[in-house]
């Protein structure tokens, strides 16, 4: 064959080769607009890794080519707006229409940082996204994890929070205005379950971390004001992960008078327990259900009923733990060793139900009124029996000796027996009514409530000790137990309680508002009548400038509820009067541009001044009150938050607080003299002292709850080639706490406890996107949303917490703190999908 000629045909074979795949090609058309289905010009369109594309015309309208037979991805972007990805896998001349809705990029954030000036005005007050709960890494999740961001934590094995000094009783949770309670015998993290707030449901998350309104209730730290969704059309979600697992539905009707809105969760903290220092056979279990129902009636009324039913079972058969400590000891510098080898078990439930009916009537466009009626029980019993033998001292890490790991110099060693029949039953039944009145300038609300408590407790619990072969407390010839606590009582309580205030508007450009209300309490109780006046006052000084400046002033009294009347030894004190005290508050709000992003900073510094204090001590989440108003404290401090946008479309915020929260308890002393012998010997009591003994008087202490310096961080990201990778990272940092050995003067504030570092972070990808046109018929998933997948990295620099001692004597009666630690690193797979 002619060179020529095999030239041409190899040509030939390479144009058919290449033609062919040139040809391969479909397009993709359509319309870009943005929420209000308004056109949007200019809209950048590319294929994912390709630098070449599109726009859309004036129309919002475009048309583009993209290769056949392979997956690709379509990229949308326009300044201010959320940048859109869609997925495509066509076939050869396949023609693809497409409607591509787009969102303001600071759609959210404007709407929470701009546009609220009125929720501006109140002091204290954090508006949440509560999209923000859903995605949130956190051992607990749910809307608490948020919460802790804002107010520092020491216990991610909990959802309660302690707010600028105060404990976990001094918090007040609403749900659509229903009050909500907690279980109370409740030790420890460990044996906690779910949140009562389903994050699922929650539509609107308002929180107050000091200087809140009058119309709500009597307690001294915090508001946590919780509104539920109002659907708007049919959806739902489900999800599935290690450590929890459930689901949601919600609608409305087509005449849009009834609506529902049904979440169920189960929970099985299994596997975080599982890498507890004390090893064993847990078994935890927690699941409820919850349920808002809405139907209106007309165009004036409105019926609303909330249901929650909830089981949490905690049972843990422990087996041993081996625990260390590196500490400075009265003898010398050295790892110190225990080693526990158990027996017997734990058994505790908590059952927790609650029903709350509304009727809302808008009278009139200013005049709208609220009839309210709840019930709520728990049903709480501890049963446990659990033997210990322990043996403690220098724990030997040489590796080269064959006794590594293993205790080597003893120093102590004992047996216990820990014994409990503990049950407890709180009803309580509340009637209530709430109005309010807006004519612009005047913003009046009231409301009036009567409660009715039912209590019946019956507390039976002991300690046996042994300590190198001797019962403690050694009493020759005697048995003795260790600690005692028994008692039985049965509470009837009736409350009355109300309040009215009024938020005044004064001028427009620079304009001022004040709001001023007064509540009051009765308890039957004690005959108690607490009349608590609160006031707000803000000033938008306008001229350019986009500050708020915000004072508060006011009383927060707490009557006693249930925990606050138990004295150590067990017994029930009646006489408790009301916690009180007179706080202000003073604040600054600025909105702003960070990186022409919609940004906010808030500076807020307090000032507490508390008396009639009933003292108390924390044990991990366990709250121990002296049963006495024998006390008075003062909580002082400052916080900045910084919300913005430090990464574009991604919501994040950072949030340092500054506290000194001291208390002096009254006639807090103890004696101290030498006996024949020429030792030192303590006395708590002055009859236990001598003639000669000198009075040491423990004054100003720190408080269980004293925390200098506390660090929060919510960061977002996300890929820069695909947004549909991110990334959210949790942080929490707190300085050093106070814990005060039980039952002793000379050491109250005598242990510290470590700061808190506590580092989450979760990776999220989006498996199955929003865009349904191009899912095939027969597509199991076709009726989805959006399918998510992420991996949580919980405790992600494996810090070593600890949240609580336990105290060991050795055989010379010296006592050593060994600490009870926290969860290690750990990993969590959850897939969330919505429809």
């Not at 990029?105 to 509560?130: A, D, F, H, M, Y």
């Not at 006046?533 to 009557?559: E, N």
Request: include cysteine; hydrophobic fraction near 35%.
């Amino acid at each position: 064959m002619p060179a020529s000629r095999t030239l041409l045909v190899l040509f030939c074979m390479l144009i058919s080769s290449v033609l062919p795949a040139q040809q391969r090609s479909a397009v993709v058309s359509g319309k870009v607009v943005d929420a209000n289905e308004k056109p949007l010009a200019k809209v950048t369109i590319t294929i994912l890794g390709k630098q070449s594309g599109t726009a859309t015309s004036d129309s919002g309208t475009f048309a583009i080519k993209v290769p056949a037979g392979k997956a690709l991805a379509l990229v949308f972007s326009f300044t201010g707006f959320h940048t859109v990805q869609r997925n495509f896998y066509l076939s050869e001349n396949e023609l693809e229409k497409v409607v591509i809705r787009m969102e303001s990029s600071s759609k959210v954030l404007e709407e929470v940082i701009v546009k609220n000036e009125k929720e501006r005005t109140e002091t204290g007050l954090i508006r949440i996204n509560p999209k923000h709960a859903l995605t949130i890494p956190s051992a607990t999740g749910g809307v608490e994890s948020l919460i802790k961001i804002f107010v520092g934590s020491n216990n991610e094995l909990t959802s309660q929070y302690t707010v600028r000094g105060g404990n976990y009783d001094e918090n007040l949770v609403y749900i659509n205005d229903f009050e909500i309670f907690r279980p109370y015998l409740v030790r420890s993290g460990q044996q906690e379950g779910l949140s009562f707030i389903n994050p699922e449901l929650t539509g609107g998350i308002s929180f107050y971390n000091g200087g809140f309104q009058a119309k709500y209730g009597d307690k001294m730290s915090s508001v946590l004001d919780i509104q539920y969704k109002k659907p708007k059309a049919f959806a739902g979600s489900a999800y599935i992960g290690l450590l929890e697992q459930g689901f949601h539905v919600e609608g409305i009707t087509k005449n849009e008078k009834f609506s529902y809105l049904v979440g169920v969760r189960n929970r099985s903290n299994r596997n975080l327990l599982s890498s507890q220092e004390t090893k064993g056979n847990y078994i935890p279990s927690s699941s409820d259900i919850q349920a808002l129902f809405t139907y209106r009636l007309n165009s004036r009324w409105q019926l609303e009923l909330l249901g929650n039913l909830s089981r949490t079972k905690f049972t843990l058969i422990p087996e041993e733990a081996k625990l260390t400590s590196s500490v400075l000891s009265p003898l010398f510098s050295t790892n110190l060793g225990l080693d526990i080898y158990f027996d017997g078990s734990e058994r505790d439930q908590y059952l927790t139900n609650m029903i709350g009916v509304s009727a809302l009537q808008q009278v009139n466009k200013k005049l709208k009124l609220k009839w309210m009626l709840s019930g709520f029980r728990n049903n709480e019993q501890e049963l446990y029996d659990i033997t210990g033998a322990y043996l403690f001292g220098e724990r030997s890490f040489d590796k080269s000796q064959p006794g590594f790991g293993s205790i080597v110099n003893p120093l102590g060693a004992g047996t216990f027996i820990n014994h409990a029949r503990n049950r407890l039953d709180i009803e309580n039944w509340n009637i209530s009514h709430k109005g309010r009145w807006d004519n612009e300038k005047h913003f009046i609300q009231w409301g009036i409530s009567a409660e009715k408590t039912m209590i019946s407790d019956r507390l039976s619990e002991w300690e046996a000790q042994d300590s190198a072969g001797y019962n403690l407390p050694y009493q020759p010839g005697t048995l003795q137990l260790y600690r005692v606590r028994k008692s039985a009582t049965d509470l009837d309580i009736s409350k009355l309680s109300g309040y009215v205030q009024d938020n005044i508007l004064f001028g427009s450009a620079s304009h001022i508002t004040v709001q001023a209300g007064i509540r009051f309490n009765y308890n039957s109780l004690n005959n108690e009548l607490l009349l608590s006046p609160r006031a707000q006052m803000s000033w938008m000084p306008g001229a350019g400038t986009d500050w708020v400046l915000k004072l508060a002033a006011g009383a927060y009294d707490q009557p006693p509820f249930y925990r606050e009347l138990r004295r150590y030894d067990g017994s029930v004190n009646t006489a408790v009067k009301a916690q009180r005290s007179w706080q202000v508050a003073a604040g600054a709000d600025r909105n702003f541009k960070l990186w022409e992003r919609p940004s906010r900073v808030t500076l807020e510094a307090y000032y507490k001044h508390l008396y009639n204090v009933d003292p108390y001590d924390i044990d991990n989440v366990r709250i121990r009150y002296f049963g006495s108003n024998n006390a008075k404290a003062y909580a002082m401090g400052m916080e900045m938050r910084l919300f913005s946008e430090l990464v574009k479309d991604a919501e994040s915020w950072v949030s340092i607080g500054l506290m000194r929260t001291m208390e002096k308890i009254n006639d807090f002393h103890y004696y101290r003299y030498k006996n024949a012998n020429g030792e030192f010997i303590t006395a708590q009591t002055e009859d236990q002292a001598v003639a000669d003994s000198v009075r040491f008087d423990k004054g100003w202490m720190r408080r269980p709850t004293d925390r200098l310096l506390t660090f929060g961080m919510f960061f977002q990201d996300y890929l820069s080639t695909n947004k549909n990778f991110k990334v959210h990272l949790n942080m929490v940092y707190g300085t050093s706490m106070p814990y005060n050995i039980p039952g002793s003067i000379r050491y109250r504030n005598g242990i510290i406890i470590d700061p808190y570092i506590r580092v989450d972070i979760g990776f999220s990808a989006l498996l199955l996107s929003s865009d349904k046109s191009n899912r095939r018929s027969r597509n199991p998933f076709r009726e989805f949303d959006n399918i998510w997948a992420s991996l949580e990295v919980f405790n992600l620099l494996d810090r070593d917490n600890t949240i609580s001692y336990m105290l060991i004597k050795d055989f010379s009666n010296t006592v050593y703190a060994i600490p009870n630690r926290l969860t290690p690193r750990l990993l969590n797979f959850k897939i969330l999908a919505g429809f």
